[in-house]
């Protein structure tokens, strides 16, 4: 058994050098690891249906472009692209939800009277209030993407203005 000495003089056998060597490996390599993910806390009975409510809002909203457009061809054709933002918001929405098939239909949007262009701004207005709202009692992902959401009509609104 050969021995090696360390600059302090020290003499230490192969076999205690690889000891040492090995246990060092083995605590660098348990520090270089990541720790288990968090569990995500489960979605309560509460989030569920608040979630559920602003996938029923989404949808009034979505049918409010549907009628502004009806009502009005010119807000229609200016509007497009907004009605397109705000159906894959519903669709995100509706990934996001919990259950993803709701038991009742959306509430029926009302038909645009005088100006539809403000009679939409209003709505999308409302929409965003709703959502920004409703993120408050969420957590994590469903919290991001509801306020998300409220920016993205947010912006909307002043498109709309």
């Known amino acids: 058994m050969s021995?090696?000495?360390s600059p302090a003089g020290t003499r230490f056998s192969r076999r205690t050098l690889l000891a040492v060597s090995a246990t060092g490996v083995a605590v660098l390599a348990a520090g270089c690891t990541s720790a288990p993910a968090q569990v995500r806390a489960p979605v309560t009975d509460k989030q569920a249906e608040a979630l559920a409510a602003q996938v029923k809002?989404?949808?009034a909203l979505v049918a409010a472009y549907t009628a502004a457009g009806a009502s009005d061809p010119?807000?229609?054709a200016a509007v497009a692209e907004l009605a397109t933002e705000a159906a894959t918001q519903l669709k995100a929405l509706r990934a996001?939800?919990?259950s993803k098939h709701s038991s009742s239909p959306?509430?029926?949007?009302?038909t645009p009277r005088g100006d539809a262009r403000a009679w939409l701004r209003g709505q999308v207005a409302a929409t965003a209030?709703?959502?920004?709202t409703?993120?408050?009692d969420q957590s994590g992902a469903r919290a991001a993407l509801l306020g998300s959401?409220?920016?993205g009509l947010r912006g909307q609104d002043r498109r709309l203005a």
Not at 106 to 110: D, V
Not at 129 to 132: G, K, L, V, Y
């Open 96 to 98: 996001a939800a919990p």
């Open 57 to 59: 809002v989404q949808e």
């Open 149 to 151: 959401i409220a920016a």
């Open 74 to 76: 010119a807000v229609k």
């Open 3 to 5: 021995a090696t000495s």
């Open 106 to 110: 959306a509430p029926a949007s009302a």
């Open 129 to 132: 209030t709703s959502h920004a």
């Open 134 to 136: 409703a993120c408050l």
